[in-house]
């Protein structure tokens, strides 16, 4: 059985940081799409970040041009784990933010790429 499971969330003052982490279990991604999606109060899942392999050791990450510049996606293969630092944080960063992967292929921004999903981690910024 697959599992995601999120954990750094937290409260943080407008211009912080938070580093959130997904470990994967019950299968590994190494060669598959991870990322990111955040969905605040009355609004719909958006995506936020994510990284794929390419090649061997080199990854391409894609991110959300609301976040580009602040966050960065990384992943530790041997763990099973990616990671989302998340510098200068704004209060319109505030969400429920969950890990995704999936099983195959696919473009890195589109929900209906993704197959399992965590519960997701609340960020919370204030201004």
């Known amino acids: 059985q697959v599992q995601l499971v999120e954990s750094g969330g937290g409260l943080v003052q407008a211009g912080g940081s938070l580093r959130l982490s997904c470990a994967a279990s019950?299968?590994?991604?190494?060669?598959?799409?991870m990322g990111w999606f955040r969905q605040a109060p009355g609004k719909e899942r958006e995506f936020v970040a994510a990284?794929?392999?390419?090649?061997?050791?080199?990854?391409?990450?894609d991110y959300a041009d609301s976040v580009k510049g602040r966050f960065t996606i990384s992943r530790d293969v041997a763990k099973n784990t990616v990671y989302l630092q998340m510098n200068n944080l704004k209060p319109e960063d505030t969400a429920v933010y969950c890990c995704?992967?999936?099983?195959?292929?696919?473009?890195?921004?589109?929900?209906?790429?993704?197959?399992?999903w965590g519960q997701g981690t609340q960020v919370t910024v204030s201004s």
């Open positions: 995704a992967a999936a099983g195959y292929g696919g473009p890195l921004g589109r929900l209906e790429t993704y197959d399992y």
């Open positions: 990284i794929r392999r390419i090649a061997g050791s080199t990854y391409y990450a």
């Open positions: 019950g299968r590994t991604f190494s060669g598959y799409p």
